[in-house]
């Protein structure tokens, strides 16, 4: 099955508000999260990483927490705006082929900004 | 400016016809991807390469092929054995192999079987 997990498929928030995104993963010797975002009609765009060493990472208002307790990882954005709406993914190694370079993706949040 | 450039934006094919989707990229990566997305869902891997004159199969290689010869170009071709071939394409690529090394995405092309 699928290493890394959306909690909820669709997310609404009020324009300044915060959203938090999350993700759970299955495979507790995963050593790395990217968080994606894609645009209607787009390409995912690399937003932030984390390594397995971290519990923390902040971007420009975003700031990704890792849980390797519980095996949750969570996207907060600050202050979203209308250009934050867009679909999140979370991507983590594949647990079915450990081969390096291979990562699987989420389903996929998306983020619906109300003005 | 570098990047990477998926073409044409938008491909209708007639059932039983190949179908070619180009990718360049002129970042100088070693690694490349191909990732089929379907509404709602995330992104299933189809085939990678590694490196120049090497690929490998994805999760859903079947009804596709690929190749190599060129360290910037990664073509993908649909085949009439692809049964549901109908979904946006997207490929990557990564400066190498190492494992959580970030993917440049390009913009995709939408196949639409008619």
């Known amino acids: 099955g699928e290493s890394v997990g959306l909690h909820l498929p669709t997310l609404s928030v009020q324009e300044g508000d915060n959203s938090i995104i999350n993700c759970a993963y299955s495979n507790s010797a995963s050593d790395y999260f990217i968080w994606y975002k894609q645009e209607s009609g787009k390409g995912p765009q690399f937003i932030i990483d984390?390594?397995?060493?971290?519990d923390k990472r902040q971007g420009q208002r975003v700031t990704v927490l890792l849980n390797k307790t519980v095996k949750h990882l969570s996207l907060q954005i600050a202050a979203t705006q209308p250009g934050d709406s867009a679909v999140y993914f979370c991507a983590g190694p594949d647990t079915k082929d450990t081969n390096a370079g291979k990562s699987t993706f989420g389903d996929g949040t998306t983020l619906t900004v109300k003005p | 400016d570098g990047g990477i450039t998926q073409s044409p934006k938008y491909l209708f094919r007639k059932e039983g016809q190949n179908v070619t989707l180009s990718c360049e990229q002129n970042?100088?990566?070693?690694?490349m991807y191909w990732y089929r997305q379907d509404p709602g869902q995330g992104l299933r891997l189809i085939y990678y390469?590694?490196?120049?004159?090497?690929?490998q199969k994805g999760d859903i290689a079947e009804g596709y092929s690929v190749s190599r010869e060129k360290k910037e170009s990664f073509p993908l071709t649909v085949t009439s054995a692809q049964k549901n071939p109908t979904a946006f394409y997207l490929c990557a690529s990564s400066i190498d192999w190492t494992a959580g090394a970030e993917a440049f995405f390009g913009q995709g092309t939408r196949l639409t079987v008619v």
């Open positions: 390469s590694q490196i120049v004159n090497d690929f």
């Open positions: 970042l100088n990566h070693d690694a």
């Open positions: 984390i390594r397995s060493n971290m």
